[in-house]
């Protein structure tokens, strides 16, 4: 079986796993062609840190504008009743023998059986999707794209949640979990990956399922975590649909513009003059800010719900509106053209005055604007910010007149100082391509990673980090 590559001109929210709208930029065939071959055959051929844009799938501002014009693209209420859901008794630590790392806790998996075809059904296939860093509950009514395939493949679905979020925390809460050096130990992506497979070896005994494929599903983070599962776990894991991974953002194989040159790019794309008005807005945010009383006016202007307290509180919340405005640049709004059309309306005032139009377009006309909304703690965040000072370290930045943003380089020196100076470690930052590859990986995947889809949308800033055959 050859690797298949997809690649779409689209965003991260419209790669293959989320619900809106599905197959419009997916094609149906690809997903029918390589389960129907893989099934057949059965064989596998050889083949406060710097800020970093978050991964997740989801995110609450897309989900707003979504629900609001296309209530019915979710999972319907009904259709989550088919969800069951079960805990099992996962060993903390994989790779230790030694008396503490045979604690356990609950992890939390959901399957629905509605469509199960059983052993008695040509051994029917079962569809897994990998949670990421966040609790698992968004991914059963936003992602459709297990639901809307298994009728046709008579598969058991499961969705497996991420160690440490959501209801699979070991100790307890997210908070004694992470409050000293031992138990954050027992927080990372080898884990993690071994827990899935852990568990799907449990569920194939737990459904007589022994000899039913099973195909690895995840984006983002996720998609990471299914293609590493696939090379690590080739004989749990028959494929791997791999959506939105950026799996060579790591170890400086990725330029570090990567992300904010697509960002900026999709917003010329829209328009020019748009592009060219947030390019402008830094030095002048900085100018009036210099100016007596100048964060009093920028505060009036932006109507903050509280006074700035510097310029850098607002450019960053007008960088993150940006990044997230082309991340999730789905339809039927599209986020860049909503920030676009409103600075474009705004064209005959000054270039402050356009900005502002850009933020009332996107968010609507609020009484005030918080510029914390980004920053506010969350077990997300939390977890996050761990994986990214440990393992996941992603060297995002951008330097001087590369994109519409003012430089922000990423500096390994001092995000290591930083990560050290929180969690009493440093960071690990070639761990990843030493664990799971990266460099010189389109020979290491024709020799070791068949069954895998990379799929990525190409207006997506991670696409930037992502495996792209050409």
């Known amino acids: 079986m050859d690797q298949k590559f997809e690649q779409v001109q689209s965003t991260k929210a419209m790669a293959p796993l989320m619900r809106v709208p599905l197959f419009?930029?997916?094609p149906h065939l690809l997903l029918l062609l390589f389960l129907s071959l893989v099934?057949?055959?059965q064989t596998v051929t050889p083949l406060p840190v710097h800020k970093s844009p978050r991964l997740s799938l989801h995110n609450k501002d897309a989900s707003l504008l979504i629900s609001r014009n296309r209530p019915g693209d979710a999972i319907s209420a009904n259709?989550?009743?088919d969800f069951k859901t079960y805990f099992y008794k996962q060993t903390?630590?994989?790779f230790n023998y030694a008396p503490q790392s045979y604690a356990t806790f609950r992890q939390r998996y959901v399957v629905n059986s509605k469509y199960w075809g059983g052993?008695?059904?040509?051994?029917s296939p079962i569809f897994a999707y990998l949670g990421a860093e966040a609790p698992i509950d968004n991914d059963l009514s936003a992602v459709g794209f297990l639901n809307d395939n298994a009728p046709s493949f008579n598969s058991l679905i499961v969705f497996i949640e991420h160690r440490y979020y959501g209801k699979s925390i070991p100790f307890?809460?997210?908070?004694?979990?992470?409050?000293?050096?031992t138990?954050?130990?027992y927080f990372n992506s080898a884990q993690a990956i071994a827990d899935y497979a852990a568990i799907l070896l449990h569920i194939k005994h737990q459904f007589s399922a022994h000899d039913s494929p099973i195909i690895v599903v995840g984006g983002s983070y996720g998609g990471m975590l299914a293609s590493w599962f696939r090379l690590k776990y080739p004989h749990i894991a028959l494929g791997a649909l791999a959506s939105s991974a950026p799996i060579l953002y790591f170890d400086n194989i990725t330029p570090q513009n990567g992300y904010y040159s697509i960002v900026t790019k999709d917003f010329k794309e829209v328009s020019e003059n748009c592009y060219q008005t947030i390019r402008k807005s830094w030095a002048e945010i900085d100018r009036v800010a210099s100016k007596p009383n100048g964060l009093d006016i920028l505060s009036q202007r932006f109507k903050t719900c509280s006074k700035l307290n510097n310029a850098e509180e607002l450019k960053d919340y007008l960088e993150t509106i940006y990044a997230v405005a082309a991340q999730y640049n789905r339809p039927p709004n599209y986020p860049v053209t909503m920030v676009c059309k409103g600075i474009d309306k705004g064209s005959d005032g000054d270039v402050i005055g356009r900005i502002f139009a850009g933020i009332v377009s996107y968010k609507g006309n609020k009484t005030c604007y918080d510029m914390n909304t980004y920053n506010y703690p969350s077990e997300t965040s939390i977890g996050w910010q761990w994986q990214t000072c440990s393992e996941m370290v992603m060297p995002i930045g951008r330097g001087q007149n590369e994109t519409m943003f003012p430089a922000a380089p990423f500096n390994l020196t001092e995000f290591i100082r930083i990560c050290q100076e929180i969690y009493g470690v440093p960071p690990r930052p070639h761990w990843i391509t030493t664990y799971?590859?990266?460099h010189d990986i389109k020979l290491a995947l024709n020799r070791f990673g068949s069954n895998i889809i990379f799929s990525n949308g190409l207006r997506d800033p991670y696409s930037s980090g992502g495996y792209i055959w050409c």
């Open 92 to 94: 903390i630590d994989h």
């Open 24 to 26: 419009q930029f997916y």
């Open 119 to 123: 052993q008695s059904y040509n051994n």
């Open 39 to 41: 099934l057949i055959m």
């Open 183 to 185: 138990t954050r130990g």
């Open 79 to 81: 259709a989550l009743l």
């Open 436 to 438: 799971y590859g990266g």
């Open 172 to 181: 307890g809460t997210m908070e004694e979990a992470m409050k000293n050096e």
